[in-house]
């Protein structure tokens, strides 16, 4: 673990500071999410339920996306950086990297596995989720039905692996406590020195209140893993054994 502790201490001069607010409101969205889960389950006797409630946590988590995504083209300099950044532009820039992750849910029962970028897997496609955004920014009372619990399940699910993503946000994940390393040192698994790069041998994962996503496994072209995962969290250890057949090579000792 040291080495995690070294590694931070050198990021944290280049760190940019947009990174902490863009983790503090993952986390305050999450929350806002969470409190309404409360009055809405998680569950199909509730699809379509839509409530003024979601309407905020749409239109807070789909800014933030946007926003993380226009800081991060700008803080690398990026061809098409600039505030009249838009959805197609994000998916030519970042599409690649989370269009195949899956987030894991344990807001419902059973939990369930998110695909939030999920069209964009075969190109640029509509987001439902986005496109309950834009109705909702431009008219939220006439496209009221549009703030349905499933968006915003979705929008919250899609900041959290914009963040993760983004490739800027690594040492305000880590210092937010939502980085669970399992035994091992994160970046002695990935080339790029990025936590969304690290290979999923290493076990290690990100996991909220609500939500968990594992490194390395998801867009992996072979994932060679048992239904064992190495983590702190049971939820996700339960979870993992009961799914891992969905998402990985069947397993196989040398």
Known sequence: MSAVIIRDIHQLRDSPQFSIVAVDGLLSA????????????????????WSPAFT?????????????????????CLPRAGDRMT???HFDEFGALVAKERVVFFGGS??????????????????????????????????QSQAKREHAVNAVAALL?????CGICDLALNFAMLLDPSSSNPWAYTKSELLRDVSFECHAKFETKLFAHPLGIFAAENCNLSNHWISGSPRFNIWWALNAQDYTMPFTRG
């Open 30 to 49: 999450e929350a806002a999410l969470k409190e309404a889960m409360r009055y809405v389950p998680y569950g199909k006797e509730h699809h379509g339920v």
């Open 56 to 76: 905020r946590i749409i239109l807070d988590a789909a800014s933030q996306v946007d926003s993380v995504w226009k800081a991060v083209a700008k803080q690398l």
């Open 87 to 89: 959805i197609s532009d």
């Open 110 to 143: 059973p939990p369930c596995a998110l695909t939030p970028f999920g069209s964009w897997q075969n190109g640029y496609s509509r987001l439902d989720w986005w496109e309950a955004y834009n109705l909702l920014k431009h008219d939220r009372f006439s496209h």
């Open 161 to 165: 692996l914009t963040v993760i993503y």
